[in-house]
């Protein structure tokens, strides 16, 4: 054969299995492709959805608690923005009908609160005419209980505000733990570090054992419309976990969504507590003309001029940094 005769033959085997390479290829940067901008547009909506957190349910409670970490968090005003973030950026906007299977691949959102959470699930129950029917509802606050074998039951929160009941005296004290620990002999208030790896602990075993009931909750569902995909609890490192519950704030589960030729599979997760800024002045000094920033709280000579959410931007417009030590020029 003529080493033509061998390159034609050459092409005619290796042709099918390259232009089958290349099509993998294809799918599978396409995967990758539209597992990211399913990652973006799932922390974007858990993003709008904790930025919520901060509109209280109730404004009166606002000023009734010490702690910045307390809430009343609006769970429906927080679900509506989550589902309208989501909406927007898998193409459901204004299709209330894909918006619902949408909810197929959502087994939990997950909302953390300061003295407990809400569990957004699959929930069977019956409806107004008697029959049995299932969909995603809202669970009741589910609080962060510990109970020791001497029968006391402490109520958690997000900080070392405590609920405690004393079985002993029959009795009920709250406070944060330095002000109720010697008006009680329960013994995890006698020992911070301790009470605080409790605390820790309990809180995230009891969103582990909910988040991993909702999923299975949600599986039943899923294999009685015939689907075949299998939900689990992802592995979330505990330390992860305990950065999680530093703080309200919001997890959304996603999975089972068709990427080529596997599934697209997630948790989000971003905290709702409103940090507050000290804005920033850009002034003048009228003495020599120089630009300076400084935070508002300092009283200087300076001239302002503008003002700035942060030093970043100040510095960007032209002003230089000055300290304001003792508030003195």
């Known amino acids: 054969m003529r080493i033509t005769d061998y390159a034609i033959l050459f092409v005619l085997i290796f042709f099918p299995v390259f232009w089958f390479y290349s099509m993998d290829m294809k799918d599978e940067a396409e995967a990758v492709r539209l597992e990211q901008q399913y990652t973006q547009a799932v922390q974007t909506a858990v993003q709008d959805a904790s930025s919520v957190m901060n509109l209280n349910e109730d404004p009166l409670l606002e000023t009734s608690y010490a702690s910045s970490k307390f809430t009343r968090v609006d769970k429906d005003l927080l679900l509506d923005t989550f589902m309208h973030t989501i909406s927007i950026n898998f193409g459901l906007d204004e299709d209330r009908s894909a918006q619902l299977a949408f909810m197929t691949y959502m087994p939990a959102l997950l909302v953390i609160d300061y003295d407990g959470y809400y569990i957004y699930q699959s929930t069977p129950y019956t409806n107004l005419e008697g029959r049995n029917a299932e969909e995603h509802l809202w669970t009741e606050k589910k609080m962060y209980i510990y109970a020791d074998e001497l029968g006391n039951t402490v109520r958690f929160t997000l900080d070392d505000y405590v609920y405690a009941y004393e079985h002993r005296t029959g009795q009920w004290v709250e406070g944060y733990l330095d002000e109720i ?4 002999r329960i013994p995890l208030l006698q020992d911070a570090d301790t009470f605080d790896q409790v605390r820790r602990h309990t809180i995230v075993s009891e969103i582990q054992d909910d988040l991993a009931y909702a999923i299975h909750v949600h599986n039943d569902k899923a294999l009685r419309n015939g689907y075949a995909y299998q939900f689990t609890l992802p592995v979330i490192p505990q330390e992860e976990w305990y950065n999680t519950i530093d703080d309200v704030g919001v997890m959304a589960f996603i999975q089972g969504i068709p990427v080529g030729a596997g599934y697209y599979n997630n ?7 409103l940090v507050k800024t000290t804005p920033v002045v850009g002034g003048i000094d009228a003495e020599t003309g120089i630009k300076y920033y400084y935070p508002s709280t300092c009283n200087l000579a300076f001239v302002p001029m503008e003002r700035f959410t ?4 100040a510095a960007a417009a032209g002003y230089f940094e000055y300290g304001c030590i003792n508030n003195a020029h």
Do not use: I, V
């Open 181 to 184: 620990r010697s008006l009680t």
């Open 267 to 273: 948790y989000a997760f971003s905290g709702g507590r």
């Open 310 to 313: 942060t030093s970043k931007e």
